[in-house]
């Protein structure tokens, strides 16, 4: 089993940038298609974005395309998410998750504990 510690996130004000980080325990992102999903208080689960096992193929949700990317270090076991031009729509706990890529984006199998992300003024 992977174990994923997500880190980066915060309190950021509306028009900021944040950089998400995503530790893998072992070297399995070979293998795997990884991404990220988000969960605000009161909203269903939105999946933001993935990016295939040897990063040929990304995904992004239209709420995010233009702001935010993904990007992944095999070498060094990491995720990221670069997200800029933030919204207060942004605010919620990011998860870092991995498992298989599909056309339409990625289903996930595992993910970790999260990080907050709050966009206020």
């Known amino acids: 089993q992977v174990q994923l510690v997500e880190s980066g996130g915060g309190l950021v004000q509306p028009g900021g940038s944040l950089r998400l980080s995503c530790a893998a325990s072992r070297s399995a992102l070979d293998y795997y298609a990884i991404g990220w999903f988000r969960q605000a208080p009161g909203r269903e689960r939105e999946d933001v974005s993935c990016i295939s096992s040897r990063a040929r193929s990304t995904f992004y949700a239209d709420s995010v395309k233009g702001r935010f990317t993904i990007s992944r270090d095999n070498a060094k076991n990491t995720l990221y998410l670069q997200m800029n031009s933030l919204k207060p729509d942004d605010t919620a706990v990011y998860y870092c998750?991995?498992?298989?890529?599909?056309?339409?984006?990625?289903?996930?199998?595992?993910w970790g504990q999260g990080t907050q992300v709050t966009v206020s003024s």
């Open positions: 998750a991995i498992g298989r890529w599909y056309t339409y984006g990625c289903e996930y199998d595992d």
